[in-house]
């Protein structure tokens, strides 16, 4: 089976996870060796990102990616200085970066679209979230983080935060299903996870203090005020109870993992960072290795 675009994790199975998983792991082992570059063999490639909503790590993680791969980038992410402030449709500026490119990274604000463009693309699609849709490569990056640190999958994965609108939440969701991991979601009744994500093996609270003791990993995520229309629901969200610091995990396991797709905006406190439970850095270095791994394959299989 291949893919030729990255749109959903609902497209992977457990031998394709494993694969791509293999290859990250050679990516990440001669990534501090001279001849990184002479491995991949992409030089006459050419990556577009086009970001209609802001990013930090996915964007630059993917030119990174690209560039080490031998790829050249184009970077689209002023959309007033494109022809999508013209009015162009999401269908013809990717049928116009195809012309020019071999590769789409799309992060869109509107769910469906990276599917959207898929429909009218001649090179492949990779998903680099579409609105409170998916995030799949993220997804990949997380799993990958949490299979480096263990291959047990009779753990207890919990999310915490914005779990209605945060797309990273409804991506790694689905990939734990896959393996039968057992999930719990955690937060106020009106952010907790839509019906459409939700699968047998999940647990639904509103604090944290009743399963944390029981967690492997917790997966920390910000509110996602931007897609809040009425502002009155974030009243309702009182952060304090959604936030981590040094003192609420004072009875979790000692091996547990904190995690978080980042950026947070105060949901893990400073204090965390040097403790050996915290592994969001681990994830945003990851994010680079997992996505030379996408491109190639992408490049390699799909063509
Ligand atoms: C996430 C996103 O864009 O969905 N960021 C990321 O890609 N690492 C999470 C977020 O914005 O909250």
Redesign the pocket.
């Known amino acids: 089976m291949t893919i030729k675009h990255i749109l959903s994790c609902n497209q992977f199975t457990p031998s394709f996870i494993e694969n791509l998983f293999n290859n990250t792991k050679k990516i990440k082992n001669i990534s501090t060796k001279e001849n990184y570059y002479k491995k991949f063999n992409h030089s006459t490639k050419i990556l577009a990102n086009l970001f209609y909503?802001p990013?930090t790590?996915?964007s630059s993680s993917f030119f990174s990616a690209a560039v080490k791969l031998g790829l050249s980038v184009i970077p689209i992410n002023e959309m007033k200085y494109s022809s999508v402030a013209k009015g162009e449709t999401l269908e013809d500026t990717i049928r116009t970066m195809g012309c020019y490119s071999d590769i789409i990274v799309l992060?869109h604000f509107e769910k469906g679209s990276a599917e959207k463009a898929a429909k009218v693309s001649n090179i492949p699609i990779i998903n680099?979230?579409d609105g409170d849709g998916e995030?799949p490569t993220?997804a990949l990056l997380d799993l990958y983080t949490i299979f480096e640190n263990t291959m047990d999958k009779n753990i207890k994965v919990g999310f915490m935060g914005d779990l209605k609108w945060?797309?990273?939440v409804h991506s790694l969701s689905k990939l734990l299903n896959l393996y039968n991991i057992e999930t719990h979601y955690i937060a106020p009744e009106y952010f907790q996870l839509p019906e459409e994500y939700r699968k047998q093996n999940g647990f639904y609270h509103t604090q944290i203090k009743e399963i944390l003791p029981e967690l492997d990993i917790l997966y920390v995520?910000?509110i996602?005020k931007e897609r809040i229309e009425d502002k009155s629901l974030l009243d309702s969200y009182n952060s304090d109870d959604y936030i981590i610091n040094l003192e609420k995990i004072k009875h979790s396991k000692k091996n547990l993992m904190i995690m978080h797709?980042?950026?947070r905006v105060g949901e893990i406190a400073t204090e965390i960072d040097n403790d050996p439970r915290a592994f969001y850095f681990n994830q945003m270095q990851n994010g680079l290795y997992v996505r030379m791994a996408i491109i190639d394959y992408l490049l390699c299989y799909s063509a």
């Open positions: 909503e990013s790590r996915t992060r680099a979230g995030h993220q945060g797309r990273t995520t910000r996602q797709p980042l950026p």
